[in-house]
């Protein structure tokens, strides 16, 4: 195991679920770096950068759904039609139950689709499957 | 004739020999004139035989010698001319001549095949013409009439004042024949005949018919002699005379017996025509012989059809005023009809009618039993039928409706009358002609499904006659002899299975009806489609509303319950025991909150998504409701067992699943027997109980999930199913948002189902619930 994790890109809007999220990460033992954006138009800014300065793309990226701006569909739908993106593993976690965004996701080959919980361990137990997939570079096991 | 004696008894002799009657060509005239043929030049070729009273001669000596002979020489010689000139007879009537013998008389011809028919009648009173004033005065009398019965009043009147008759009668047919007394002008002590009725056989068809062509007709005495003509046929037809437009034709023997038994002398009668049809007779009789001068009787005709003319006017007035309040009235009905949600309603008049003032009437109950004459109406629309007045149980009219379907359906018949049901309807429907003998039915939907039907009861319930019928007798010597009644004693006859027939207002009105709700109903069911399309968006958008709501709701709730965790986590020194607490209660409240914020969202979702309908074994519906409440059942070490055969119901198997797994759930949460055992079965149909089977719906199989939990009190056996009802504390048995029942009712009631719960207070709960049966 590397001293330290790859970096996470995680695409949130809430101040508050991503400090949630951080600290549940650090918390579990996630000790790569996490690049945080708060809309869609940011990550997708930040993945042209990228392409354009021909660097390497992070392994992972966790997107929420619910965006202002070019929300989560939108932005699952815009790498879904990039050549070089087309491939990125992508985890949901967002609070939306809908039976349309799951079935809508999961055609847009995403990795997992992971709600929201209210209850903090709960989360931290979900966090696991993420940290479980980039220590081990397989996709997690099963929806949930 | 034995033969023919015992056939004719057997059937309805009189009216039959009388229909048979030659009346036309009797052969014979009444002996109070005299009757002459004449060919077209001039010569005589048949005569009366008491044609020497009039003119001195003999009727030998008369035959085939120019008729001028008969009359004084300067007459005879007016007489040729006539008959030369071609003149129209109806401008010469009468023609005032002196016979050879010197006696006045006046001729009435007519030209008719066979030669020019001269009848002569003595002129003794033949000077005696009515001044104009009578036949003016008259004629006004009947202009001033308002009503259809003042009119019918005058008629009687005038003419008895003109003619001097015991008796004047106006006599109406009905659709029968059969005729009845209507008005009647009679000088004191003779009785009464109004309203009487007299069977049809008493005026018949080929009597009728004379009556038609030859509008006037007059018997001075029914006891005179007739005399017969000489020779019997006629040498130019070889056939005997027709006598259809003479005014002496002799009457039939029955009929002057008829006469005599009704003890009149002499009789008049006046034709009434209705656009060329026998609509009347005006009858006159007289106890004593009457005889009544040609200008006389020609000035009766006249008022004779003055009357026709006035009857036929104010006839059309009266259909013209009727319908217009019928179009009026439809004009409301069907103004109400469109604004209204529910067309029974305003059809059967249960709405108030706010439209009253606009028709200057009260606002109040008005319904289609109103556009005309009926005594009941049954409207049966969208599978429900509503009876108003007069009418067969709503069994016998779905039953007279299939009848109807049956019969009219395929020819595309959309209006179906009858003035008695009695004579068209099947043996098995008869009990409904009990009832109502009269219906109009139309039908708002093409199949009949929806119809609106018109009832009349039977009328008249009585008939009272103009005497007792009685049957021909055949004498001793074998000859048939006709006995028209002896008595007109008025005679009462029960009449049943007969209503009043429904003009061709009501029939047109019914049709227009008919019209109007296909068109209302038609717009209707475009409109349900139009509200079907905007639900269906609406609960698209109502849809998003609701997930949108939940995440806005959440996303501060997740806040603050990680927040008081955070707190918790990094402050705990310096919060305390007490201050950990409060926290966590913060973040026990928004867990709390975040279910019930689920539940609703399930709530809604449930409520109006579409259902699928797929074949659903419930052993496997089990099996994935076992996966859901998993960590349940192990956390309790409780078990599932299944009670005998599980059947494959018809319905949403993610939906079905929920019920079990709400069910099993709940069995479980409140429970505390060790270990907790949940029971899942169906009810073999044999075993239903007679609750079960009444409750449970056509095609539906009956499931239970019974518990061995804490059981519910019978008077929480409905409120358990209410949305958050909780019948414990909050932290009681795991918490819980209460709407999980509430859910599974929904789901039930979704596919048609029912779901009620029974239950031993202490010693579990039995849920009964039932799907449709797969096929």
Redesign the interface.
Known sequence: MPDLHPPLVYVED?P??Y??VR?SLRAIGFTGELHHYATGDDVLDYYAALLDAKKPLPRLLVLDL?LPGTDGRDVLVELRAHEQLRDLPVIILT????PT?ISHCQQLNVLSYLT?P???AE?RTKLRHILAFIEAGDPPPSFA | MEASTHIATDVDVTVTNCDREPIHIPGTVQAHGALLVVDRAGAVVQVSANVGIFIGRESQDVLNQPCSACFVDADGVRLMRALGDGQDWSELNPLPLVTHSGVRVNVIGHRQEGGTVLELEPSEDAIWYPEPQPVQRAIRALNRAATVEALQDAIVTEVKRLTGFDRVMLYRFDRDWNGAVVAEAAREGIGSFLGLRFPASDIPAQARTLYAKNTLRLIPTVEAETAALVPERNPLTRERLDQSACVLRSVSPIHIQYLKNMGVAASMSISVLDEGRLWGLIACHHYAPRYVPYRLRAASDLLGQVFSMQFALRRKQFATSVAADARQHLTRLVERTVEAEHITSVLCGMAEDKHGDEYGEEPGRFSALDLFDADGIAVCLEDEVCLLGQTPSSEHVYALLDWIADRNHEAGRTLVQTDSLRDVLPARLAPIAKDCAGMLAVSVADDWTSAVVWFRKEEPQTVTWGGQQKQAHVEEDGTLTLHPRASFEAWQEQVTGQATAWSDADVEMAGELRRVLVRVILQRAEELARLNADLTRSNAELDAFAYIASHDLKEPLRGITNYAQFLIEDYADELGEDGQAKLLTIARLGQRLDTFIDSLLEYSRVGRHELTAEEVPIERALEESKELVHARLSEKRGRVDVVGDLPVVLGDAGRIVDVFANLISNGLKYNESEPPIIEVGSVPVARLSENQLERLPENHVLLFVRDNGIGIRPRHFEAVFGIFRRLHGRDQYGGGSGAGLTIVRRIVERHGGVVWVTSDFGEGSTFFFSFPVAP
Request: proline share 0%.
């Open positions: 809430s508050e679920d400090e949630a600290r619910n609070t939306s139950q809908n965004d929201k209210v209850d903090l989360l």
